[in-house]
């Protein structure tokens, strides 16, 4: 069903945006509900928990996950990079990136101006600039990034989608490209605001290395207490929309509910809310003083959105998922960097 409403859902939004009057807005919605949704499906992608049939499972996951990565903007990079980045932001209890942005702002002033503005405007800056670098990180990464072929997955890409949205623009003006800016812009901004406060994990550049060569093996950096089960369970929430109304969470398809899918990754996304009260007994709305691994909506609200500016160039692990701190940025799963 939730294949079924992405797919149909964003065909029928770029119908809605060739509208005037509400229909035109109620397109921007679903378009932007659209993405959100084939994003969360890519997650259960990686997971492979949407199909159960074997062997064929693994290639309908692989599949379906690089069709949606069309959808959302995600397809210059490959569906198995994704997984990787993905799967080993599980095993090894770090969000391990190629590259960590803010090295590259710290380095051009103009470049972190421009994006340090862009959260000022709350515009989801940060998830710009990640996936931009996807873009260009084939043509001025290291060496195993800048392959010939990545460079020319990338060209392709973009050729094709320019060809698209050029024929979309041609066909039904420019009302349903601007529609369509509009409701990507909120569809990063719920991605990032997903991201913020599920984590408080340190953040390590070794993705273009293998596991066996992680930072997060070097013993002479981080004690036996890091990267542990105990670890990944105390430095993991879960950010629900709401306890009591729990079909407000399948808006992003459950996945709010990230402490216990971190303890499950397999769960499927439906039944994730079982789980949840499996390990909560907390009943009613999320209070504090409940659970210390629940973060209150209203808390993730103002958080998010007090600390947009900070959050650019805050330290990697400065966030607390109680909604206190910072809150991460640029840890998406859709920017395989």
């Known amino acids: ?25 109620a397109g921007i919605l679903l378009l932007a509900h659209s993405l959100i949704i084939a994003a969360f499906l890519i997650h259960e992608c990686t997971h492979q928990s949407l199909f159960t049939v074997k062997p064929a499972g693994s290639d309908l996951h692989k599949w379906l996950g690089a069709v949606l990565s069309w959808l959302t903007g995600a397809c210059y990079g490959t569906f198995d990079a994704m997984r990787d980045k993905h799967l080993r932001h599980h095993f090894e209890r770090a ?11 710290a380095r051009y002033s103009w470049l972190k101006k421009c994006v340090e503005t862009g959260q000022w405007l709350c515009l989801p800056a940060v998830e710009l600039l990640m996936h931009g670098l996807v873009i260009l990180w084939p043509f001025i990464g290291d060496k195993k990034a800048t392959s010939d072929r990545a460079k020319f997955r990338v060209i392709a890409v973009m050729a ?35 991201d ?11 993705l273009q290395q293998s596991r066996r060569d992680s930072p997060t093996r070097d013993r002479s950096r981080f004690g036996e207490e890091y990267f542990s089960r105990d670890y990944e369970k105390s430095h993991t929430w879960s950010n629900l929309f709401s306890q009591r109304w729990p079909l407000l969470n399948l808006l992003v398809l459950n996945f709010c509910y990230h402490n216990v899918h971190h303890q499950r990754p397999v769960e499927p996304w439906h039944r994730l809310p079982a789980l949840h009260r499996d ?32 959050r650019v160039m805050a330290p990697a692990d400065d966030r607390l998922g109680e909604g206190e701190n910072t809150g991460a940025a640029g840890v998406s799963f859709l920017t395989p960097l």
């Open 95 to 105: 969000d391990i990136v190629a590259v960590d942005y803010r090295k590259i702002l």
């Open 279 to 310: 390990v909560y007994s907390a009943v009613g709305e999320i209070e504090p003083d409940v659970n210390s691994q629940l973060v209150p909506f209203l808390k993730q609200i103002s958080a998010f959105f007090r600390y947009r500016v900070a």
């Open 160 to 194: 094709v989608r320019v060809f698209l949205f050029a024929t979309l623009g041609i066909l039904f003006g420019w009302q349903l490209l601007a529609g369509y800016t509009i409701a990507y812009l909120l569809f990063l901004t719920v991605m990032g605001f997903m």
């Open 1 to 25: 069903m939730a294949i079924a409403y992405s797919l149909l859902g964003y065909g029928l939004s770029l119908m809605l945006l060739a509208q005037s009057g509400l229909w035109f807005f």
């Open 196 to 206: 913020a406060f599920q984590h408080q994990y340190l953040l390590l550049e070794g």
